[in-house]
């Protein structure tokens, strides 16, 4: 099973990659750091099923029609390497910039999985995000993550 791991530049993609993965993919806090998709399984302590899960880290991209050759290859890979699901990675501390690329990303029909990411950074903010309101009107799960 194939995991896409989607999201605008700099929202915790490739930290999000590392983790699951235990992979050290360079990160860096500005847009363009991950260039070309990656692959590898998921760490087992994270997969209860059994089955080989492999999660794809791709470039950040703001839009599935494509401007720039990172946003090429991410929309590329979604439309026609069919991935299982995908985990479309939002800076929940910019989550209305995010939502036009997710809309576009649920109605391609595959399963999508909305990840708010930088929750901790949102709260000390003292942002709130509904998230059963958001899951609600997207029509898809939400969850609160903080990649480190």
């Not at 605008?8 to 260039?35: D, F, H, Q």
């Not at 391609?108 to 903010?125: E, F, I, Q, R, Y």
Request: hydrophobic fraction near 35%.
């Amino acid at each position: 099973m194939r995991i896409a791991l989607t999201g605008n530049p700099n929202s915790g993609k490739t930290t999000m990659y590392n983790a699951i993965t235990g992979r050290k993919e360079k990160i860096g806090n500005w847009a363009g750091v991950t260039v070309d998709k990656k692959e590898s399984p998921i760490k087992k302590v994270y997969n209860e099923t059994g089955k080989e899960l492999i999660a794809v880290d791709l470039p950040g991209a703001y839009s599935m029609s494509p401007f720039t050759s990172e946003e090429s290859i991410t929309s590329s890979y979604v439309k026609h390497e069919n991935p299982d699901a995908i985990i479309n990675i939002v800076d929940s501390t910019n989550l209305s910039r995010s939502l036009f690329f997710t809309t576009q990303l649920l109605e391609l029909g595959v399963p999508v999985v909305v990840a708010l990411n930088k929750s901790d950074v949102n709260d000390k903010k003292g942002n709130k995000i509904d998230i059963e309101k958001l899951s609600e009107k997207l029509g898809c799960p939400v969850v609160r993550t903080v990649s480190t």
